[in-house]
């Protein structure tokens, strides 16, 4: 983003609408500090600037920095998927697509968060480490899958390394009993990451809307918190491509 000297009158009304804090001023005039800016576009999204003066940069679908605007502005269609924001389509339509059948649990890493965010270099390591406990599988319809270079070894593309998001989604599916492998090894790589990110497990649920008990069990023996009234989807539909368990 930026902010037009000649037009901005320094009121500094924008600097508490980004979530970053990457708006400040300089010679009493509203600047945008660009290493630190997710190109998000909250503050030309909110229309505070009672003169116009914030407008999106030239160069803001340029690639590498464009991965900054697919991942953090929520308005933004990502240019290979055509997929709206940063992903999660998948998991919550599961119950029309069937992604996700009887006896498999999907795991969603959701990396970042407003006003954190988070780099590349911190995601490759948890992608690394993933690919190490073998998960190779990435959702392929999800935009995240575009930033990886290697899926054996989890290495994202050396260009992006630069480049940060506000908020991402690395999503795949194992089976139930693989379920604890996953989260042990997500445990471990959290270590090593210098922000936060949120773990999503979810699968088919039971008859009576319970959640699988086996489920529930291992995410608790793991050591996590259990949240379940995040992302519940139910009654979308009838599943369009019926699988068996």
């Known amino acids: ?16 609408y980004c979530p970053v804090g990457a708006i400040h001023f300089e010679e009493l005039k ?23 003066a914030i407008e999106e940069s030239p160069y803001v679908y340029e690639y ?8 953090s502005d929520p308005n ?6 055509g997929i ?3 992903g999660t389509e998948e998991s919550k339509t599961n119950d029309v697509i069937n992604r996700v059948v009887p006896g498999e649990v999907g795991v969603a890493i959701e990396f970042g968060r407003p006003t954190l965010g988070m780099d590349l270099t911190n995601i490759q390591k948890v992608t690394r480490a993933m690919a190490k406990a073998g998960i190779t599988e990435i959702e392929p319809e999800n935009p995240f899958n575009d930033v990886i270079q290697n899926h054996t070894t989890g ?6 390394m630069g480049e940060k998001v506000l908020s991402a989604i690395m999503e795949f599916k194992v089976k139930r009993d693989q379920l604890g492998h996953v989260l042990r090894t997500i445990k471990q790589a959290a270590r090593e990451v210098d922000s936060v990110f949120v773990v ?7 008859p009576g809307l ?18 379940p009234n995040a992302k519940i989807n139910m009654g979308l539909g009838r599943a369009n491509k019926r699988k068996d368990a």
């Open 1 to 16: 983003m930026l902010i037009r000297k000649d037009l901005c009158v320094g009121c500094g009304r924008c600097q508490p």
């Open 30 to 52: 509203s600047v945008v500090d660009q290493e630190v800016c997710y190109e998000c576009g909250t503050c030309l999204r909110s229309e505070i600037c009672p003169v116009e």
């Open 64 to 71: 590498p920095r464009a991965l900054r605007k697919f991942f």
């Open 76 to 81: 933004a269609t990502h240019a290979l998927t």
């Open 84 to 86: 709206a924001g940063r």
């Open 155 to 160: 290495d994202l593309k050396p260009e992006l």
């Open 200 to 206: 999503d497990v979810y699968t088919r649920l039971e």
């Open 210 to 227: 319970t959640v699988p008990k086996e489920v529930i069990e291992v995410i608790e023996a793991e050591g996590y918190t259990r949240r």
